[in-house]
């Protein structure tokens, strides 16, 4: 603030030693007081620069790197000065060009793509820049997810990185900060946006589904098959003892009970011998 005071200071004086001609001392607005003005203001406003909240400033001179800075708001510098600015918030990569790798199995997996949050160590700024400079997704990131996610799917199966998902992610996200912590960029989540499979593995795929498919339908099928014969058992052995019973509580007595409640009085006009063939009883 007090470096920003000074110039404005300084841009009114110069302003007015410029309405100052050479033969006399009368003040009055000349031709080259706006050549002048022109001039400092171009050099005022090269004086400052801003930062915003979440990058950290690297004041360079020349190529050399001079200081650095985290203070937010308007920042002096010289106008020969360039002030270089390093993201130190949470970031997003997601790669536009996806790329092919194999399983553990052999199985190749084509169209992958992921999404990466990271963040710049604010500490590491200047080693980052001095090494890297602040193109560091493509030189640094790009080629380290990549190397990454190839080295890691080899070490699953085809069906693993099905079901483990989230397990590969993980192992991606440990294995990639692994590999760039050193530059000063952390890894801070990994997410496996899309892959595919070859269409040889997707239609085996599928025909494992149908077979399996089938026999969970067979087993169903033999057990319902189960289930009914047994419950027929159960109920022919229900049947025969209910008619053991039914025998052993039949006497001669209740027999005869039972068929002079039904009978109507009448006797039979027919019947039948081995040695007669008919008799009739009218």
């Known amino acids: 603030m007090v470096l920003i005071?000074?110039?404005?200071?300084?841009?009114?004086?110069?302003?007015?030693?410029?309405?100052?001609?050479?033969?006399?001392?009368?003040?009055?607005?000349?031709?080259?007081?706006?050549?002048?003005?022109?001039?400092?203001f171009i050099m005022l406003f090269g004086c400052f620069t801003t930062i915003k909240t979440g990058e950290v400033g690297i004041k360079v001179?020349?190529?050399?790197?001079?200081?650095?800075?985290?203070?937010?708001?308007?920042?002096?510098?010289?106008?020969?000065?360039?002030?270089?600015?390093?993201?130190?918030?949470?970031?997003?990569?997601?790669?536009?060009?996806?790329?092919?790798?194999?399983?553990?199995?052999?199985?190749?997996v084509n169209n992958i793509k992921v999404s990466i949050n990271y963040q710049i160590d604010g500490t590491k700024a200047v080693d980052l820049y001095k090494t890297v400079g602040t193109n560091y997704q493509t030189t640094v990131l790009q080629p380290a997810i990549q190397e990454t996610i190839k080295a890691v799917i080899s070490q699953y199966t085809a069906e693993e990185l099905v079901t483990k998902r989230s397990d590969v992610s993980l192992t991606i996200n440990n294995t990639l900060d692994e590999r760039i912590s050193p530059?000063?960029?952390n890894s801070v989540a990994v997410s496996i946006n899309n892959f595919d499979f070859s269409e040889s593995y997707n239609?085996?795929?599928?025909?494992?589904a149908v077979a399996e498919q089938e026999?969970?339908?067979?087993?169903?099928?033999?057990?319902?098959?189960k289930i009914d014969a047994e419950k027929k058992k159960v109920e022919a052995q229900g049947e025969a003892e209910a008619n053991a019973l039914l025998q052993q509580s039949l006497t001669d007595q209740i027999i005869a009970q039972q068929f002079i409640e039904k009978w109507n009085g009448q006797l039979p006009t027919t019947m039948t011998d081995s040695a007669i063939p008919f008799i009739n009883a009218n």
């Open 5 to 40: 005071i000074i110039s404005i200071v300084l841009t009114i004086l110069a302003v007015l030693f410029l309405g100052y001609g050479s033969d006399d001392e009368k003040w009055e607005i000349r031709p080259r007081m706006l050549f002048g003005l022109s001039f400092l």
């Open 61 to 108: 001179r020349f190529g050399e790197i001079v200081s650095s800075t985290t203070d937010t708001g308007i920042v002096f510098k010289l106008p020969f000065e360039d002030m270089k600015k390093i993201n130190v918030k949470v970031q997003k990569f997601e790669n536009e060009e996806v790329f092919s790798t194999s399983t553990k199995d052999l199985q190749i």
């Open 183 to 185: 530059y000063g960029i």
């Open 203 to 208: 239609q085996a795929i599928e025909q494992k």
């Open 215 to 225: 026999v969970e339908t067979s087993k169903n099928q033999l057990e319902k098959a």
